[in-house]
T-cell receptor, first 117, second 117 residues
Framework: AQSVAQPEDQVNVAEGNPLTVKCTYSVSGNPYLFWYVQYPNRGLQFLLKYITGDNLVKGSYGFEAEFNKSQTSFHLKKPSALVSDSALYFCAVRDMRYGGSQGNLIFGKGTKLSVKP | NAGVMQNPRHLVRRRGQEARLRCSPM?????VYWYRQLPEEGLKFMVYLQKENIIDESGMPKERFSAEFPKEGPSILRIQQVVRGDSAAYFC???????????????FGPGTRLLVL
């Protein structure tokens, strides 16, 4: 079965420190991977995606993610966290039924990132 | 260029009433996805529509839920005879074309938060 796992419900980081939010996936074929961020009572904002090419993907607001095929992981990273990064982060993979032609996403449960001053 | 619009942003219904949620995709987008986010959960795919067609409704509950995307006007997600378990945030996303043909991304609206009393 296709799935996305975010093993940490919450990640706490001090401002200025590097952060990592973990994501692993299970899907048939080559994965299309995404990270979204959700601020309280808001919709999801797209951060970055991996479709093909370089395993290190750079996205919005200084975030990046590394695709690791052997570990089936797509961890989100940022070298120096900001208090304003505090939010709920979702990892997602494209549903590969029908070869991924439908385009709908399978989401993890989300990880709450808390950055303290 | 306005993003994906959803209204209402908040909706309160009593058990047994109908809930009607609207989604206007981004300009030029003809593909719409509906997702539901239950408390403390990630988003779950419900239905994928193209103008005047339901492409994939595999995530929709079999009863009481329906969706449409007419030639003119917004996409509508309709929930009949609501129950307390329907309380959730409902998000709409849009894309300009069938995602298998492109490396495009889905863009999400702000969501409608439904509360059933």
């Amino acid at each position: 079965a296709q799935s996305v796992a975010q093993p940490e419900d919450q990640v706490n980081v001090a401002e200025g420190n590097p952060l990592t939010v973990k994501c692993t996936y299970s899907v048939s074929g080559n994965p299309y991977l995404f990270w979204y961020v959700q601020y309280p009572n808001r919709g999801l904002q797209f951060l970055l995606k991996y479709i093909t090419g370089d395993n290190l993907v750079k996205g919005s607001y200084g975030f990046e993610a590394e695709f690791n095929k052997s570990q089936t992981s797509f961890h989100l990273k940022k070298p120096s966290a900001l208090v304003s990064d505090s939010a709920l982060y979702f990892c997602a993979v494209r549903d590969m039924r029908y070869g991924g032609s439908q385009g709908n996403l399978i989401f993890g449960k989300g990880t709450k990132l808390s950055v303290k001053p | 260029n306005a993003g994906v619009m959803q209204n209402p942003r908040h909706l309160v219904r009593r058990r047994g009433q109908e809930a009607r949620l609207r989604c206007s995709p981004m300009k030029g987008h003809s593909h719409v996805y509906w997702y539901r986010q239950l408390p403390e959960e990630g988003l779950k795919f419900m239905v994928y529509l193209q103008k005047e067609n339901i492409i994939d409704e595999s995530g929709m509950p079999k009863e009481r839920f329906s969706a449409e995307f007419p030639k003119e006007g917004p996409s509508i997600l309709r929930i009949q005879q609501v129950v307390r378990g329907d309380s959730a945030a409902y998000f709409c996303a849009s894309s300009p074309r069938r995602l298998a043909e492109t490396q495009e991304t889905q863009y999400f609206g702000p969501g409608t938060r439904l509360l059933v009393l």
